[in-house]
């Protein structure tokens, strides 16, 4: 066991683990933040994925001793009300089905936009390359991160 003092949504957590704890169940389990999804646990859906700085990563392959004073951002922490241009256009255009991967949908939408606010559709499309959507909302999902694409500053 090992003590890690994270920043996770501008707050500090401290917590006792095991270093090699992914950040996935640090978040679900010991945070109590439940918005980020467990969905494959090998990084190969993209239902886990946070922001580690301005990256979007994979928390289920993360581990609590890899993150070091680095800021994490859950989805509940990307904004207070729902209002980040992403979640705005996810609404708009109706994207979820299910839902259970749209947390990871948005994280990565909104950490390539912060990198590219003006993305093409070939470097969406490499973006949200590995994000699985198992209902199929994929064309919808392009179509918000473009439409939220002319909202990001």
């Avoid at 609404?91 to 003006?118: F, H, W």
Wanted: charged share 20%; aromatic share 4%; hydrophobic share 35%.
């Amino acid at each position: 066991m090992a003590k890690y003092t994270l920043n996770i949504n501008g707050e500090t957590k401290e917590v006792d683990l095991d270093p090699s704890t992914p950040m996935l169940w640090v978040l679900r389990d010991h945070v109590k933040l439940l918005g980020t999804k467990y969905g494959c646990g090998i990084a190969q859906c993209g239902a886990c994925t946070v922001h580690l700085g301005d990256n979007a990563v994979r928390s289920c392959q993360l581990t609590v001793s890899a993150v070091g004073d680095q800021e994490i951002t859950t989805i509940e922490g990307l904004s207070e009300n729902g209002d980040h241009p992403v979640q705005q256009a996810w609404m708009e255009v109706d994207v979820p089905q299910c839902g259970y991967c749209q947390a990871g949908q948005i994280m990565t939408a909104s950490a390539l936009l912060k990198r590219n606010p003006s993305p093409s559709d070939a470097e969406i499309d490499s973006a949200m390359n590995g994000n699985i959507c198992r209902c199929g909302t994929y064309t919808r999902i392009k179509k918000a991160v473009k439409i939220a694409s002319e909202s990001v500053v």
